[in-house]
């Protein structure tokens, strides 16, 4: 094990993951360090997987231009993990229905949410009750309508993350470093200094952040952009029921709260279903308060799934920031701390891109205007004028 790199990446989710190995052929001395015992066990594999550029209000905006960057190289991306793995990573082309669960909703998204999709030129269609009945039979009688956006996709997180770990364990991967927490990163004029909490000191050329919600302690940003969201989700069988037929989304009212609904199918017949946004809450233990409030919710769009078995249950914590844009770019004067997280409920969506990018940024490759425009949006620099990596003569924050 060295300890001195020209790349050390900090985090062992699907982002980190994907960069370390995005440059692990193009560096000669890699390193990936993770706390955790093996690599995923934070939000990525807690992530249920659906590929949807254009859902939810943060979408509506510049950041859906970048989610629809990512989906368009998100075939080509699983392809060559699954190659290059020997994994099977299937990449359903199921589609998405947002679901209006009455009329208040329906209207919201006939006039709010229908224009922009129209703009967007992505096939989107506005459906009747009927129609979406006739498309997903599960769904509830009192479902008002919907829109349906045909490009969606969706994946199973865990087969990524093991796709990718069987690559980074292989003959030609970076050093890893698991069950080793990281204290501080201080990015000098020459090398940037990687502290663990054992003690070991590392060196490299440059650094990457990409410890999901964690990274708020490695990272000279304005205190608050960063906050925990927990996930909670389940999955089903259908036995001799079929699968959901498509994705689907919907916004409910249920004691004065809105709660998000949204399932989709496995490739073999298994439908995973949630979730709860529980800003604040860093824990990753499902809870039977999490348990009735998915059942409860799901009862108002998709009855027929709470009468089938539940096989499994689990909870993640997503890495929330302030505006709900990822935070991916230098944040040193000498660019050489690079950060590559924030993503939120999009991490799975935004992964291709963030790969890409971080790829280009490291590499100092040209940028196209499609890359400015990501970059812009998900810039450390909205934050702040010019937000600098810790320095020596502040504290580590231990995480």
Not at 9 to 29: H, K, Q, Y
Not at 371 to 380: E, F
Request: aromatic fraction near 4%; include cysteine.
């Amino acid at each position: 094990m060295a300890s001195t790199y020209d790349l050390i990446v900090v985090g062992g989710g699907i982002i980190g993951c994907g960069i370390a190995e995005r440059l692990r052929s193009e560096l000669p001395r890699v390193c990936l360090i993770d706390q955790g015992p093996k690599l995923g066990l934070g939000a990525s594999s807690a992530a249920i997987g659906g590929i949807n550029p254009h859902l939810g209000d943060y979408c509506l905006g510049p950041l859906g231009l970048m989610a629809q960057h990512s989906r368009t190289l998100f075939p080509g991306w699983i392809n060559r993990i699954a190659s290059e793995s020997g994994t099977a990573i299937p990449l359903l082309p199921t589609g998405l229905l947002q679901v209006a669960a009455g009329k208040r909703e329906w209207e919201r998204l006939a006039d709010e949410v229908m224009p922009i999709l129209l703009a967007r030129d992505i096939g989107a269609e506005l459906i009747d009750g009927d129609h979406a009945r006739a498309l997903e039979p599960m769904l509830g009688p009192d479902v008002a309508g919907g829109v349906v956006q045909p490009r969606d996709l969706a994946v199973e997180p865990a087969l990524i993350m093991n796709g990718l770990t069987r690559i980074l364990l292989g003959d030609g991967g970076p050093d890893l470093l698991l069950s080793a927490t990281v204290i501080s990163v201080v990015s000098r004029r020459t090398e940037v200094v990687v502290t663990l909490a054992d003690g070991r000191v590392l060196t490299a050329d440059r650094v990457v952040v990409a410890a999901g919600h964690l990274s708020h302690a490695l990272l000279d940003l304005p205190d608050g952009v960063f906050f925990p969201v927990k996930g909670q989700a389940m999955e089903f069988a259908s036995p001799g029921r079929g699968s959901l037929s498509i994705q689907c989304d919907a916004l409910v009212i249920a004691d004065g709260e809105e709660h998000v609904v949204f399932a989709l199918p496995r490739p073999d017949g298994r439908i995973a279903a949630g979730v709860t946004f529980e800003k604040g809450t860093a824990d990753n233990v499902p809870t039977a308060e999490g348990r009735a409030s998915i059942l409860r919710n799901l009862a108002l769009v998709l009855p027929a799934l709470t009468a089938m078995p539940v096989t499994r249950r689990w909870a993640g914590v997503r890495p929330g920031t302030v505006d709900a844009a990822p935070v991916l770019g230098y944040v040193d004067d000498d660019h050489r701390v690079l950060a590559a997280t924030g993503h939120y409920g999009m991490g799975i969506t935004l992964a291709p891109v963030t790969v890409d990018l971080a790829a280009k940024l490291l590499l100092d490759l040209p940028l196209d205007g499609q890359d400015r425009h990501d970059l812009a949006i998900s810039s450390p620099g909205r934050f702040s004028g010019l937000p600098v990596a810790r320095t020596e003569s502040q504290n580590p924050i231990a995480h």
